[in-house]
């Protein structure tokens, strides 16, 4: 209805121009007259006026209103993992330059707690059954072997550990006895051996300095590309195995790792040099990213987002290994070709 209808009465008798006659009641045509339009105005509410309204198919859509821009998500609890990282730094140095013999402690303490982490998700997730035991006793034996021996002790103790793994599991009925003997090895390979080149480093006379530029590179080379990928990250480096890694990201692992191991090896290693330290940074961001995606291809096989939940923000302590572990014999390899081995 609209506006038109609220005009003047029309008069008695009249329905309107060209409507014919007016219509019948139930008793035949109704009454005209001021009679009429009294009773009709009594029993008739008023009419609200209402706008026009375009049908509904001729609405337009109301246009949604901007939304705020969604910040990025680190995915961890970053005041936890700061916390806890200057903790670990805090014991790490302080055991690094007031006893070589404490931080050896403190390696093999790490290697000890990441084979239990590492066996416990293998059992957990495949059922394969690689035995703790002569793990953890000869991961630590091949740290110390490798202070106390050198590369000769640690060769030794890695031999000695893989033979006590097989002769472990015979206790066992012989179902999936080649599979836990084979990921017994692999666990003795890539967690204490590689570790025992830490150790290595601690040996020369500014071991120190040696194993402080190996953590300083790593720790600035994964937050470069932390920092980097997680600002500007836009093309996937291996989506297939860890889908958060960007290539803006391993860029900028490579520009901080660079910049670190340039000022390491001039002010931190004796006889060092710029040059070498960039080189040094280079070979670092590369091992640790593929440290990094190493473990991440296993934790996809396992089916698992940490190795544990030891360390709150940063997941196990595997998990913190992932990068230090494939990196520890390139830092000692290239220390080694460049200043000796001190």
């Not at 209402?50 to 939304?67: K, L, S």
């Not at 059922?127 to 034996?141: E, N, S, T, W």
């Not at 014999?329 to 460049?338: G, I, K, Q, R, T």
Request: hydrophobic letters at 50%.
């Amino acid at each position: 209805m609209n506006d038109s209808s609220w005009g003047a009465p029309a008069p008695a008798g009249y329905w309107g121009p060209d409507q014919g006659p007016a219509p019948a009641g139930p008793g035949g045509p109704l009454p005209a007259g001021p009679a009429y339009d009294q009773h009709q105005a009594q029993q008739t509410a008023p009419m609200p006026i209402v706008p026009d309204v375009p049908a509904a198919g001729d609405q337009e859509p109301m246009p949604t209103p901007p939304q705020p821009p969604q910040k990025k998500s680190a995915g961890r609890d970053l005041g936890a993992a700061i916390g806890v990282g200057v903790g670990l730094g805090a014991v790490i140095i302080a055991s690094l330059f007031i006893w070589k013999a404490a931080f050896v402690g403190v390696i093999a303490l790490a290697v000890v707690v990441g084979l239990w982490e590492l066996t416990s998700r293998l059992q957990e997730r495949k059922g394969i059954k690689a035995p703790l035991v002569p793990l953890a006793v000869g991961g630590a034996a091949m740290v110390v072997a490798g202070y106390v021996r050198g590369a000769e002790g640690a060769w030794v103790a890695m031999a000695l550990t893989a033979l006590a793994v097989l002769v472990w599991r015979m206790t066992e009925p012989p179902e999936g006895y080649l599979r836990d003997v084979t990921a017994g090895v692999f666990a003795a390979f890539y967690v204490p051996f590689l570790a025992t080149f830490v150790a290595l480093m601690l040996t020369a006379d500014d071991g120190p300095e040696r194993v402080l530029t190996f953590l300083l590179l790593t720790v600035v080379s994964d937050t470069g590309a932390y920092a980097i990928g997680w600002r500007f990250g836009k093309h996937k480096l291996a989506p297939r195995i860890s889908p958060g890694k960007t290539r803006e990201g391993l860029v900028g692992a490579v520009t901080f790792a660079m910049a670190a191991g340039a000022l390491c090896m001039e002010f931190l290693i004796e006889d060092g040099t710029w040059w070498q330290g960039l080189l040094l940074g280079l070979a670092v961001a590369a091992s640790a990213t593929l440290g990094d995606l190493g473990e991440s291809m296993i934790k996809r096989d396992l089916g698992i987002k940490d190795m544990g939940t030891l360390l709150p923000g940063h997941g196990g302590i595997m998990d913190r290994l992932d990068s230090l572990l494939p990196t520890a014999p390139v830092v000692w390899l290239l220390l080694v070709l460049f200043v000796g081995t001190g």
